[in-house]
């Protein structure tokens, strides 16, 4: 261990860093794992390669599962299962917008993106699965190869709490799927973590990607980030470029906010939904494990989440409480 490292290690601020990551772990490995009886299927289904049985198409499902003989047969759409592969390889895009770190009342974003890397990784971790990850960086996409165990995971949540959020005309989602496309060694599933905030420039290579890939999109999310309180004069900045505004956020501005997130929400949900991604709505505010929990129950049930959970049960003293509405 050099003196950097020593000198790290004895930082207050990586000591509980480090406190709250390895509480995370537990919480994931005991709570929620514990929950889920082992079975993640719904969260972490598995690409699978070995036909299972056929079942009657539902809305949502894959139509690249189609099996036409037995539709042929029964006259009824019916699509055919697969058993999930024991080996998968998982890779984790995760978003570090400046937005992450923007404190609320609630805490931040970065704490729930945390929490989805480690319920992925450690859920997918073992019996030779590999998990690798992409971060948003400064001017290019940091690749962290796909590797196997809960210590590389261990490293992976290290690397998201550390890193430093940037501004940069590189290394945003349409790169790092980019990325993923080259260093995928085989099919497997891609899961993106992002406020999904900025421009939804990456549709087209999701569909690419989703030729060889199973898709998950956890949407991190704020009640801020869903509507502003009137609260008259008021300092804003910019989390992604600095800029400082000086505004008077009256009921009209509040409202035409609410519109403009509400506007957003349904750019990117409706392009998730075009790609077929599922998505899990985490906020701030809530229960994070009992979201997940709900998730992997519809997707059981045969159901395709398209994240409209995200605006529901605001807080009750929070403006878009009675405002805003799922679409």
Not at 24 to 49: I, Q, S
Not at 84 to 100: F, G, K
Not at 170 to 178: A, V
Request: net charge negative.
């Amino acid at each position: 261990m050099n003196a950097a490292d020593a000198g790290r290690r004895d930082d207050p601020a990586d000591v509980s860093s480090r406190a709250a990551l390895a509480q995370l772990e537990l919480l994931v490995t005991r709570r929620l794992d514990g929950v889920l009886n082992g079975d993640h299927r719904g969260l972490l289904p598995g690409p699978g390669t070995e036909p299972g049985e056929a079942r009657a198409y539902e809305p949502g499902d894959d139509v690249r599962t189609m099996d036409w003989s037995v539709t042929a047969r029964t006259t009824v759409p019916h699509i055919r299962q697969t058993i999930a592969d024991r080996e998968l390889e998982t890779w984790l895009i995760v978003d570090l917008s400046p937005s992450l770190d923007v404190e609320s009342r609630y805490g931040t974003k970065r704490r729930l993106v945390e929490a989805a890397v480690a319920t992925v990784g450690f859920l997918s971790a073992g019996g030779g699965s590999q998990v690798g990850m992409v971060l948003t960086g400064d001017g290019r996409p940091r690749v962290l190869r796909a590797t196997g165990g809960r210590d590389h995971v261990r490293r992976l949540l290290d690397e998201v709490a550390r890193a430093t959020p940037r501004v940069s005309s590189g290394g945003l989602l349409d790169d790092c799927l980019h990325a993923v496309r080259n260093a995928a060694r085989r099919h497997g599933l891609v899961v993106v973590i992002s406020d999904f905030l900025s421009e939804v420039n990456w549709e087209r290579s999701l569909r690419v990607l989703g030729t060889r890939h199973e898709f998950l999109a956890v949407h991190v999310s704020d009640p801020l980030d869903i509507a502003l309180p009137a609260v008259g004069a008021a300092l804003l900045q910019d989390p992604n470029t600095g800029e400082v505004l000086e505004l008077d956020v009256d009921d009209a501005l509040a409202a035409d906010y609410r519109r403009a997130a509400q506007e957003q929400r349904d750019r990117v949900h409706s392009a998730l939904r075009r790609c077929g991604a599922p998505v899990l709505a985490l906020r701030t505010d809530r229960d994070w494990i009992r979201d997940v929990i709900d998730f992997v129950g519809v997707r059981r049930q045969g159901g395709l989440p398209t994240g409209d959970s995200l605006t529901r049960d605001l807080p009750d003293d929070h403006p878009g409480a009675q405002e805003v509405a799922p679409r």
